[in-house]
T-cell receptor, first 115, second 116 residues
């Protein structure tokens, strides 16, 4: 069965620190997609990235970077030089051939960036 | 470019009542998915509508039903409300033709439902 585990419930850092959010997934499929979403206090989930299982290249977008490692079934998210505006709950999600059109979310990691 | 909109923002209902939540997808999107997010948890998939048909359903009872209109907007109906139905209900829109996999789903701000 598919599963997404975000073991870090809450992380607190001081502004300008780097922080990595962990995501471990389980799937029997060889074809699947992984996602990260940000949920600020307003409640709306903001799409950050979608990555397919055949693309293991790390991706960087500004202060955000993602490390996809199939060998350890992990898709970790790093924020460099964190800012107060990064404070939110971050969700990792999976979609594979069994789940097809739906996203299977982890339980989320609450990030608090203190000034 | 209008994003996903949902109404109402907040709703308070009594056990046993029925509720209807509404969603308008992002411009250009034809697929709507509904998720339930309990406090402190990740969203759980309820169902998805594409071409006015329910294309996939999560592990939710028949009390949860939906509809998609020709303009792609959607409604989520919940009958015989239980206390456990209290949650944030999120609507997400996407393009349907993604070869069997979910595309980039864009979420609305959600409807906070409280059942007393």
């Amino acid at each position: 069965a598919q599963k997404v585990t975000q073991a870090q419930t809450e992380i607190s850092v001081v502004e300008k620190e780097d922080v990595t959010l962990d995501c471990v997934y389980e799937t029997r499929d060889t074809t699947y997609y992984l996602f990260w979403y940000k949920q600020p206090p307003s409640g709306e989930l903001v799409f950050l990235i979608r990555r397919n299982s055949f693309d293991e290249q790390n991706e960087i977008s500004g202060r955000y970077s993602w490390n996809f490692q199939k060998s350890t079934s992990s898709f970790n998210f790093t924020i460099t030089a964190s800012q107060v505006v990064d404070s939110a709950v971050y969700f990792c999600a999976l979609s594979d051939t069994d789940s097809s059109y739906k996203l299977i979310f982890g339980s989320g990691t609450r990030l608090l960036v203190r000034p | 470019d209008a994003g996903v909109t949902q109404s109402p923002t907040h709703l308070i209902k009594t056990r046993g009542q029925q509720v209807t939540l509404r969603c308008s997808p992002k411009s250009g999107h034809d697929t709507v998915s509904w998720y339930q997010q309990a406090l402190g948890q990740g969203p759980q998939f309820i169902f998805q509508y594409y071409e006015e048909e329910e294309r996939q359903r999560g592990n939710f009872p028949d009390r949860f039903s939906g509809h998609q209109f020709p303009n792609y907007s959607s409604e989520l109906n919940v009958n015989a409300l239980l206390l456990g139905d209290s949650a944030l209900y999120l609507c997400a829109s996407s393009l349907g033709g993604t070869g069997g996999f979910v595309g980039e789903q864009y979420f609305g701000p959600g409807t906070r439902l409280t059942v007393t």
